[in-house]
């Protein structure tokens, strides 16, 4: 406090000063901010107008590409391919949802004062949040493996039949949306927990006094006073998703029978891209996903006023 | 906030309001100790669900083909199979080089990542320059630009450049971040500015106050951007799966897509193999584990 005080003070000559101090800012800015911008500009804006003018132009067969105008973005309207890719995207967003109250509650059973073995918790439970989704999509496919995964012997155990989980199509999508969900509990759960520091004890407390149970206590307080968390995962847990495209990729595979019931946007983006080398199709799907992301975070956005409470 | 207060006042010591709802001391110690089990009993199911399946991943991995497609399963291996891990690491996919990829590109990237972003986030947060406001504007914008979008024409420029199947290809679009001159801009903007003046009055430059002041000063922000960039970086699938088909240049998630496609059916070897890919991320992890997640918990509250 003291020393800003007194630059506070010194800072009547400085005027004379500050325009040499001036044009040097400007030349150190420059020199601090020439690689980050040069690298935005090559590989992010050049690129980003580059696939926005090609979702434009249709892709020859050996290369080359000619404008189309509108073409691109009339096909993906009546497209029951996308469509489809786009409900499937839809699921795996409901789903993955599911892991904010998991991470929520398991977040509040960590932080409860005096609760033992929380170190050695958090670390079991963040596990999945730094494995590879391509790891994680191998070890999966072997527990929901027919014959030998955990998973259908386990069924086996109280008399069901387990199905083939990742090729059929009507389990398919509900068993990758799990994993999904699953791969990001642990994350949920760090930020949850440093959200819950900033609730003060004296609710608990007085909630307490008042006879408030457990249960209570978490509908009545937890959840109003972590809504701004509670709102930031669900934003990011939706544009996660929505982009999901990894799980899809080593999970199902191109010659899996569940594909079209499975796959993502992304995924069928990546298809058209690289496999098919319709890159003007492929960039107008692109920007269709990037609508889509921004017109569901500007509704979560506007619904925020009905529930989140800033304090 | 005064009403908590009013209502702490009368309860001096802690211990005795919790005991002020209950009937009698020892029932509610009793039900204190039943919630406390409870609690534990659903912790220990969250994490067997969370950490369970890679324990089954290391025991699969130990184990022969035969014993771990044999109904009913066993649970230890009866006999470790190390070899799965050679076989992993030698057997057809070049598992050791696709670790160095995974190791290089990962390390230059994070060392990119995190001088370029505080380079650009000092500037944005400390200095006046005309066109400031109007760059960080354009930046703010690429924020909302999704990766996917970029893929093919950031493929087109590495074809351009001559740089397909190779290492720079794998580091050259990950060293520079948006999201981390943002998030590193605002750990700059909190900082004090005392230091700074005296250093100025003391005749530093600006890029020496930069280096020798700001940089460290910021050291949790960078920590956190480079565990951040670090996790990302390993993980990654669909950059390096576009830009690098030469099995010796690929990285190790898409090493793992190729060995499923070398050995579908031998669970024992790509549990080997997964785990291999994953084993060296969790071990900076469980070594590093407090600033990794307080660095999550900070990127939350910045982002």
Known sequence: ?311 | MSDTVVRQAPQAPATSSKHRSVASPARARRRVRLSSIGAHALLVLAALWLAGPFVWQVLTSLKSLTEATSVPPTWLPQNPQWGNYGTSLHGGVPLTAMLVNSVLSTVLRTIGQVLFCAMAAYAFARLRFPGRNVLFALYLSVLMVPAQLLLAPQYDLMLHFGLLNTLPALILPGMFGVFGTFLLRQFFAGLPADLEEAARLDGASTGRIFWSIMLPLARPGLVALGLLTIIQSWNDLLWPLVVNTDPAKMTLPVGLAYLQSLFPTNYPVLMAGSLVAVLPLIIVFVGMQRRVLEGIALSGAKG
């Open chain 1, 1 to 311: 406090m003291s020393v800003s005080s007194t630059t506070a003070v010194r800072r009547p000559p400085r005027p004379g000063r500050s325009r040499p101090g001036r044009r040097q800012d400007a030349g150190w800015a420059l020199v601090l901010l020439a690689p980050a911008t040069v690298g935005l500009f090559l590989f992010y804006l050049w690129p980003a107008a580059e696939t926005l003018y090609e979702s434009f132009t249709t892709s020859g067969p050996f290369g080359g590409h000619t404008w189309t105008g509108l073409d691109n973005y009339r096909q993906l309207v009546h497209d029951p391919e996308l469509r489809q890719a786009f409900v499937n995207t839809l699921w795996y967003t409901l789903i993955a949802l599911l892991g904010v109250p998991i991470s929520l509650v398991l977040a509040v059973l960590l932080a409860k004062p005096g609760r033992r073995f929380v170190t050695t918790y958090r670390v079991l439970m963040f596990l999945p949040a730094v494995t590879m989704p391509a790891a994680i999509a191998i070890v999966w496919k072997w527990l929901f493996h027919h014959d030998y995964g955990l998973i259908n012997i386990g069924l086996a155990k109280v008399g069901i039949h387990g199905p083939y989980w990742l090729s059929d199509p009507h389990t398919a999508l509900v068993a990758v949306a799990m994993v999904g969900m699953w791969a990001g509990i642990g994350y949920g759960v760090i930020i949850m927990m440093a959200g819950l520091q900033s609730i003060s004890p004296h609710y608990y407390e007085a909630a307490e006094i008042d006879g408030a149970g457990p249960v209570r206590r978490f509908f009545a307080i937890t959840v109003p006073l972590m809504s701004p968390t509670i709102f930031f995962m669900t934003v990011l847990t939706v544009i996660s998703t929505l982009q999901m495209f990894d799980l899809i990729y080593v999970m199902i595979g191109s010659s899996n029978p569940a594909l079209p019931q499975t796959r993502t946007v992304l995924y069928f983006f990546y298809e058209h891209t690289f496999n098919q080398n319709d890159r003007g199709y492929g960039s107008a799907i692109a920007f269709s996903l990037l609508a889509v992301v921004v017109l569901v975070t500007a509704v979560q956005f506007a619904l925020q006023k009905r529930w989140v409470h800033y304090e």
